[in-house]
C-alpha cells in the first residue's frame, strides 16, 4: 500500500489499510451473493459507524449501491451532521450517483480502492468532489488496495450474469450510410 497512496497518508497508512481491509471484506461478501462487489465502510471518530455493499442485483434496484446502504445504516444512530466529520472507504471509485450524494451529504473524505472507468464520479470521468459550483469539495485518495479491488471485479465479471437481458441477434441489422450532402449542418436559427 506504501507505494500506492501519498505522503499525506503515510503517517496514518495502518489505519487506512485496516478500513480498506474492511471494505474489501464487505466486496467479498457482496460477490458471494451474486452482487457487484463493491464495498463501503464509514468511519467517524476512529470507529466504523456504517458498512455497505452493493444490493442492486437482488433488490432489482439501481440506486442500491454500497455508499448509499452504509450511509443508510449511519443514519440510523447518527445525525446527518454527523457525515461532516465522517470518512468513507470504498473499493471502487464512487459513481457519477454517489459521488453527487456524498457531496450533498458534506462527507469529509472519500479513499478508494480502484478507479471506476466507466461510471467514476471522483476523477475517472467527472469530478464531482472537487466542482467549485457546488457543495463544499472533499477530498478524495484512490489506489489504496487497487489490486485487490481490481481482482475483486474480474472475480465478478468473469461469471456468467443470470439475470443480464438475452443479446439480439443482429443478423438483419444493417448500417445505413447514406446522408443528404446538401443538408444543413446545423438548424437555421429562429
Sequence with gaps: MSDIISSELQESASQHAYFMKKALMMG??????????????????????????????KSMNGTRHAEFIAIEEMLQTYPRSALRSTDLYVTVEPCVMCASALRQYRIRKVYFGCGNERFGGTGSILSLHSDLSLDPPYPVHGGLFHKEAIMLLRRFYIQENEKAPK????????????FDREAPLTSPAP
Excluded: F, Q, W
Excluded at 467517524?44 to 442492486?56: A, C
Design 167 to 178: 443479446p439480439r441477434p443482429k443478423k438483419h441489422r444493417e448500417l445505413k450510410t447514406d
Design 28 to 57: 467479498e461478501k457482496a460477490l458471494e451473493t451474486g452482487e457487484t462487489p463493491v464495498g463501503c465502510i464509514l468511519v467517524y471518530d476512529n470507529k466504523i459507524v456504517g458498512s455497505g455493499m452493493n444490493d442492486t442485483n
